[in-house]
């Protein structure tokens, strides 16, 4: 992959950027549920019995069943995306078969907006055109890149995985854990990923890490207490 001159290591000036953060989104997000939703499973489970086979098998479920639905919804919400990119550049690339002139002023217009002299635009404008027309409206009107459009299959894919990677580690910690700590052990190694998760989600985003990590933390912890209280609640009453 060719670099761009003048490019900085650590910016975002590379090509394919869009799939790589698709991904990396994605996958985030993926993790993030993982983790959450199978350790709030399993910690209620957990809350209501101190049995190992119901808390294998709550875990499971909502391990596959997590798995699945990210994927499915994540090749849902970017398909919807893709198909809208795709909608976007059939008619930017109609338009400027069809006009290419009020096309051509169109991008003399929206350079001189971004601050450039009427004379500047039209000499970028016109080099821009002489190289790839459909790529320089794209650009500078819908910030799209033809070549770069997300893929719905990198996404699911990435969300699944990631999935699955989150939710085996509140599952592994309290399937392996003596019976009596394995509650506070799992809240811990929750809380612990959380926080790596928000870090990463935080870097990707260029937002502020201390934010993101609490948010990340106290929305997980909420949900491992309000689980277990319930089940705790139910195996009394079941008692």
Known sequence: MTELPGAHADEPHRQGLAQRLNGLRAGVL?????????????????????EVGPVLVAGLAALVGGAVSMALGEYV??????????????????????????????????????GLTRDTATR??????????????????LNIDADDVVSPWTAALASAVA???????PLATILLAPVEVRVPLT?????????????????????????SILRTVIGGALALGATYLVGSLFGVAAG
């Open 163 to 169: 999935f699955t990677i989150g939710a085996l580690l």
């Open 30 to 50: 993926g993790a993030n549920d993982g983790i959450v939703s199978t350790a709030a499973v399993v910690v209620g489970v957990a809350g209501a019995t101190s």
């Open 187 to 211: 809240f811990a190694a929750v809380l612990v990923a959380l926080a790596i998760t928000g870090y990463v989600a935080a870097w990707i985003g260029g937002a502020r890490r201390g934010r």
């Open 124 to 141: 970028v404008a016109t080099e821009l055109t002489a190289s790839d027309a459909l790529k320089a409206h794209l650009s500078i009107e």
């Open 77 to 114: 919400s970017v398909s919807s995306q893709r198909d809208s990119e795709r909608a976007l550049i059939q008619k930017e690339r109609r338009e400027l078969a069809e006009d290419p002139d009020a096309e051509f002023a169109e991008l003399v217009g929206l350079y001189e907006a971004q």
